[in-house]
């Protein structure tokens, strides 16, 4: 034999760890088409050709490039002669940022009610049990629709509301985690020391089921999206001259046939963005849950 039984378990134990950390191809592409997403955002402003009030009314309605257009519009201009590029890049920008805010706002809150009626039980417990089917059967888009028209939309406003949509979810995901956790050892152990409740939560419960929660948030984020696009579509999201993708594809849908490039481009940035947040979501669901190892 080329080598010992000492020698090959290494060997077949670091083969096993590449076969089960190896990434599916759609998933590869998935997460650098995220990787690109977050990239175009943090340099948004260095690379957008154009601003995105520049009008330039001789060339409206200008088709993309390969359609008849120009390389100074490589996806055209919409009505009033605005690069769709540079448009669709602070879209890109201002999209991500509503999402990752309102869902790190909902894992937040979420967690914490949950922890809250883990640790109390009791009446505090079930004041969060009537928060959570509350929250669950009420129907958020009319209750956004509400707040919206007669708050205004403000930019902060509407990140905090779009946070406290699925938040629900992390609160019975951590509630039922930590009643879990405080079953075992662990825990116990680190309360029969004397460590506060705190501590206990912060610095032992919540790292372990940190994994869960976090595949729990990247599952939600696509819905945010939607959400966030469909707000604005309806014109109760993100108000100009501030643009986002749902602002993109309400303002182009009455250039549907005459510019379709207008809608489509965003709608295409929308479809493939909460695909791919899906699938890095499912695959480390598969990978993290320790069930299906």
Not at 113 to 119: I, N, Q, T
Request: glycine residues 10%; positive net charge.
């Amino acid at each position: 034999m080329a080598c010992s039984i000492q020698g090959c378990a290494p060997v077949l134990a670091g083969g096993i760890k590449m076969r089960r950390l190896k990434i599916p191809p759609l998933v590869l592409i998935a997460m650098l088409w995220l990787v690109a997403m977050v990239l175009i955002a943090l340099f948004a402003e260095w690379i957008r050709p154009y601003g995105i009030t520049a009008l330039d009314l001789r060339a409206r309605l200008t088709p993309p490039i390969g359609f008849g257009g120009t390389e100074r519009h490589l996806f055209g201009t919409d009505e009033l002669g605005r690069d769709v590029t540079s448009r669709l890049i602070i879209s890109i920008r201002i999209s991500l940022m509503i999402a990752l805010g309102a869902t790190v706002i909902a894992a937040v809150v979420g967690t914490t009610l949950g922890f809250l009626a883990a640790h109390f039980r009791g009446w505090v417990e079930q004041i969060v049990l009537m928060l959570i089917d509350f929250q669950a059967s009420m129907p958020f888009l009319i209750l956004a629709l509400s707040v919206l028209a007669f708050f205004g939309n403000a930019l902060g406003l509407f990140v905090v509301l779009m946070g406290l949509y699925g938040w629900e979810r992390h609160a019975r995901m951590a509630r039922g985690l930590a009643i879990a956790a405080n079953t075992q050892g662990y825990a116990a152990a680190v309360r029969q020391l004397g460590a506060q409740p705190l501590r206990i939560y912060l610095g032992h419960v919540l790292p372990n089921i940190a994994s869960t929660l976090i595949v729990s948030a990247t599952l939600s984020f696509p819905e945010v999206v939607l959400l966030e696009s469909g707000l604005s579509f309806l014109g109760l999201g993100v108000q100009p001259p501030m643009t986002s993708l749902g602002n993109m594809v309400g303002s182009g849908r009455e250039y549907l046939t005459r510019a379709p490039w207008i809608l489509l481009a965003p709608s295409t940035v929308i479809v493939i963005t909460t695909l791919a947040v899906s699938l890095v979501g499912d695959w480390l669901r598969d990978k993290l849950d320790p069930t299906l190892s």
